[in-house]
């Protein structure tokens, strides 16, 4: 197997992984900030280690932004327990279609940020992806669920955007391994005294769970992510992130018997197709 092909093979393994962690949201049974406070734990951990072992622990901490990069956790946080929070009050598949509009609001903000121009392509691209997520919500019954799964969603996903935003300023002075470090640290900090005793009792009593999460979903995927990139332009790795929601809603349906709506499907096939189109159309360099 060539060098090009098992970096393909790690992306897509990588992305496997961040669609399965939805589904943990159904799994374990305590509050969303528990589920986030055992998954940025354990990621943290384990970056740390390979930090450690690779003789880049060190240089983590070897100027004052280190600071900087562990108080960004804080979003980190908010944005994962958003998205779980999605998932607990609706389905995995509302969690993820929702989540997965990120897009919509990079194409708004990034201008902002960096000063750059907003093309008549994104905006389109962005408003074929709010149709979609109309068409996720029910339009006969009450609706509840799935329209505050919605909501949550699309919290996470604007802050997620933020997030990606930041990073990429962030990214220039940190190398990309010690800032998922360090960003997970300070959101398993920020979280924790949120937490409940019950519900730590809880995260000691389903550890396998956690461990999984926490390693297997977690910090294995971002390596496998992050190493992938010197072989495969981030383009193609973007188009391959376009799949996230789509792994995650088939294991949904495999584990937990959760079976979208029509309406769900199609909205979701044209929210996933809007953002591989736009992904395919807008040029990004292997540094990204």
Known sequence: MSDSTRALLGVHVAVLLFGI???????LPFDSTAIVLGRTVLGAVSLGLVLLVTGQLRNTFSDRSWLVNLSIGGLLN????????AIQVSSVAVGLLAFSSFPVFVTFLEPLLFRERIRLFDVITAAVVILGLYLVVPVEGDGTETITGMIWGIISAFLFALLSLINRYRIRKTAALPLAFLQNTGAALIVLPF???ADLQLMAADWPLIMMLGVFCT???????????????AQLASLICCLEPVYGIAFAILLLQEVP?????LGGSIIVGAIIYA?????????A
């Open 261 to 265: 709506s029509t309406d769900t499907l």
């Open 21 to 27: 962690s939805g589904l943990f949201g159904k799994l």
């Open 219 to 233: 910090a294995l995927p971002h390596m496998l992510f992050v190493s992938a990139l010197s072989s495969v332009k």
């Open 78 to 85: 908010l944005h994962w327990v958003t998205f779980f929070q």
């Open 279 to 287: 992904s395919m159309k807008r040029p990004v360099s292997n540094h």
């Open 195 to 197: 937490v409940s005793m």
